[in-house]
């Protein structure tokens, strides 16, 4: 058997035969891991205030420490990730954990803000590298069937976990300080990752392709695993290209969709981080309580996670780029209506909950479809750094809009000003080219 033939065998096998238990484990390991992202963002967004006040610290000097994490994230999506399409998903998982636990731990005994931000960074540098792997990883392991649902599903994780995560610093931020919200963050990254060594393993993909030690018996395992016969013999392994994966993405067949998804996901990030980010500090500022302000951020990512899995449903139907491009218009609208009318209580978290549904449910369809737009032998490589580019949005936009708020500009004119990334995000994505994306 050739290795072409080989791995036309796996696509199959994965494509077109149903999910196993196995299988599915390994997609819902993938939505656990994605909640990481979820408390590590919301954990600082909750603790924001508390940290101001402790310190002394400005709108702009908060806005550095949102735009740390995430300057982290960018280097981790440039630099980690691509890493897994030779060592492995699995253990560029192990490395991310070990990142975003030991940065979480230190935070929880750290007096510094230069040091903060210097966490904050190693555990951006964590969480970077970990996304792009888990979305190739919930690709590699999901059939034709449910791969754009499963990719978007894992979205879901996010946040599940921000939601989580809020109400326990509603409860836990003033019963014992910001510090412990940091510690219990970093005692569920460490628990994450003992699941990883226990669980995750490489796809058939991978093994039939980069043939790390005992790569055939390694391979009939997972083939056991998921209801499949084994193999007598593997292919040798087939020659490396001359061509770096990162040449690729600039190649004919990518040009369009590289450059569209860059963009897209640059302004995507740019509105959808800076409201993750300052939407409880607003609602504080507005005169709610600690309390009542973190519950705010709640109603954020409830809707989050119900767009997420409407968004799955919806793209089944009518395909990616129209749903996305609708999500984004009315994320547009909704974003515009909440800064430009007077809100009572009720409504500032009916409305919340709204932009939730459609600002982040809608970008968090640009996963499945920048899984669908690379091949196996780039995936990571190519959402890594189309999510690398986009982290220069999520680190400019929680700084910018600090920066705007500490020089007196109104929250109806910022609301309108990061309203429009999303009609772009929404544009790119509809006009995109890929023979795998409708």
């Known amino acids: 058997m050739t290795y072409e033939n080989l791995q036309a065998k796996f696509k199959n096998l994965i494509d077109n035969s149903p999910m196993s238990s196995f299988q599915i484990i390994i997609v819902a390991m993938c939505f656990i891991l994605n909640m990481n992202d979820g408390i590590d963002v919301l954990v600082v967004s909750f603790s924001g205030s508390e940290i101001t006040k402790e310190w002394g610290l400005s709108k702009t000097e908060l806005g550095y420490i949102f735009s740390a994490g ?56 964590g969480i970077g590298g970990i996304l792009p792997t888990m979305a190739a990883t919930a690709s590699e392991f999901s059939n034709n ?38 510690l219990f963050a970093g005692g569920i990254s460490f628990l994450m990752l003992i699941g990883v060594l226990i669980y995750m393993t490489d796809s058939l993909d991978f093994l039939g392709k980069q043939q790390p030690n005992n790569a055939q018996q390694r391979v009939n395992i997972l083939l056991e695993k998921m209801g499949h ?26 040009l369009n969709a590289t450059l569209k998804l860059w963009t897209a996901v640059f302004f995507g990030f740019l509105t959808l981080y ?35 899995a409407t968004l799955g449903l919806v793209a089944g139907k009518f395909g990616l780029k129209k749903t996305v491009l609708g ?6 609208w909704v974003m515009l209506v909440y800064g430009n009318i007077t809100l009572t209580t009720a409504l500032i978290f009916v ?28 995936r ?24 705007l708020s500490d020089a007196d500009i109104s929250t109806a004119t910022l609301f309108s000003l990061f309203s ?19």
């Open 327 to 332: 999500f984004m218009i009315c994320a547009f």
């Open 229 to 254: 016969d084994g193999i007598e013999t593997l292919p040798a392994k087939p020659l490396e290209s001359s061509k770096k994966p990162i040449s690729v993405l600039f190649s004919p067949e990518y």
């Open 274 to 308: 800076t409201l993750m980010s300052w939407v409880p500090n607003i609602a504080k500022d507005a005169g709610l309580p600690f309390e009542m302000a973190t519950y705010v951020g709640i109603a954020l990512n409830m809707g989050a996670a119900i767009g997420t």
């Open 145 to 182: 069937k449910n791969r754009d649902f499963n990719v978007g599903l894992v979205q879901a994780g996010w946040p599940v976990g921000a939601i989580f995560t809020g109400f326990f610093c509603a409860y836990a931020i003033p019963e014992f300080g910001w510090r412990y919200a940091f």
């Open 380 to 403: 990571t490589t190519g959402v890594g750094f189309s999510i690398g580019i986009g982290r220069f949005g999520a680190i400019i936009g929680p700084t910018l809009f600090g920066a």
């Open 351 to 378: 409305m919340i909950f709204l932009i939730g549904m459609f600002v982040q449910g809608g970008f968090n369809g640009m996963y499945p479809t920048m899984s669908r737009v690379y091949d196996t032998e780039i």
């Open 420 to 438: 429009i990334p999303l009609l772009i995000t929404g544009i790119c994505v509809y006009t995109l080219k890929s023979k795998n994306v409708s």
């Open 70 to 125: 995430l300057a982290g994230m960018t280097l981790g999506a440039f630099f980690l990730a691509p890493l897994a399409d030779k060592l492995g998903r699995r253990k560029i998982f192990i490395v991310a954990l070990t990142l975003i636990t030991t940065g979480m731990l230190l935070v929880s005994i750290c007096n510094s803000y230069a040091l903060l931000l210097i966490l904050r960074l190693i555990t951006g540098l």
